[in-house]
């Protein structure tokens, strides 16, 4: 999945459970202090988030790491006066994550489904970020198991992402051939999206199958540029050089800061 569909799904569900308690406090049902609190930990969370964990230098970028500290305190007091929230489980699996703590962030987003509150679309975002962090945390085929348990409705609401992200998780496990079933649903369907398009020849340049991978990047790149630059790539690692630079200059042209 591209970096900015990751970041949607991963906030998607707690923006929903803000606008729902920012209800709830103008209705009288709930503390004000709390929606504050929650709040002001989102906005630093998604500081933190568009932050570098290290500096040039290799060290640590210490106000990173204090928004984070920040948010984590702000949550657990949220937590002692309203103990059971969906958005502060979220919150806080979120703020693993951005420590790197991948098996705490999916206990945690496991939690947040559990919530009475947890909505129907926030309860897929969660499925959609706790797979992911089992994955990250190397709990791959744990990681499966809660892609397939919430197959239907994430395939309802996210179209092809289930599959490739199982797809990446199946190659990072050694099962290449089930990794291609899973790119093949996603190239056959006749109304793939560019962007998935991308994605799976991301996954099937990584499989080794190049010739498949340069005609889903060729068949992605009049609505998605980038790809032409993954192409010139591929098309240098097979040693057709002029191809290379003449998809290079055309992305370029597009993209330039990018590419």
């Avoid at 709830?24 to 988030?49: E, P």
């Avoid at 496991?110 to 970020?129: I, Y």
């Avoid at 080794?208 to 340069?214: K, T």
């Amino acid at each position: 999945m591209m970096p900015s569909h990751k970041r949607a799904l991963l906030y998607g569900g707690a923006a929903l459970s803000l606008v729902a308690l920012g209800f709830a406090v103008a209705n009288g049902h709930c503390q004000a202090d709390a929606l504050t609190l929650l709040s002001s930990a989102d906005v630093q969370l998604r500081l933190a988030h568009g932050m570098p964990a290290k500096d040039r230098h290799g060290a640590p970028l210490t106000a990173r790491a204090e928004m984070i500290k920040q948010s984590v305190a702000q949550l657990a007091l949220v937590e002692r006066e309203l103990p059971g929230l969906a958005v502060t489980a979220e919150f806080m699996g979120f703020a693993h994550m951005l420590q790197g703590q991948f098996g705490e962030a999916a206990a945690a987003y496991g939690k947040a489904r559990q919530c009475t509150d947890c909505g129907e679309e926030q309860r897929d975002v969660l499925a959609f970020n706790q797979a992911r962090m089992l994955a990250q945390a190397g709990q791959r085929d744990e990681a499966l198991v809660v892609f397939a348990q919430n197959k239907t409705a994430l395939d309802a609401r996210y179209g092809p992402q289930r599959l490739l992200e199982e797809a990446t998780i199946l190659r990072e496990l050694g099962r290449p051939s089930e990794a291609t079933a899973r790119l093949d649903q996603v190239l056959q369907n006749p109304t793939v999206s560019p962007m998935a398009s991308l994605q799976a020849g991301l996954e099937l340049a990584q499989l080794g199958h190049l010739e498949r991978a340069a005609s889903a990047f060729a068949s992605a790149a009049e609505h998605v540029p980038i790809a032409d630059y993954h192409l010139a790539r591929l098309k240098l690692q097979q040693g057709h050089v002029d191809t290379c630079l003449g998809l290079l200059g055309r992305v370029a042209k597009v993209l330039p800061t990018e590419v």
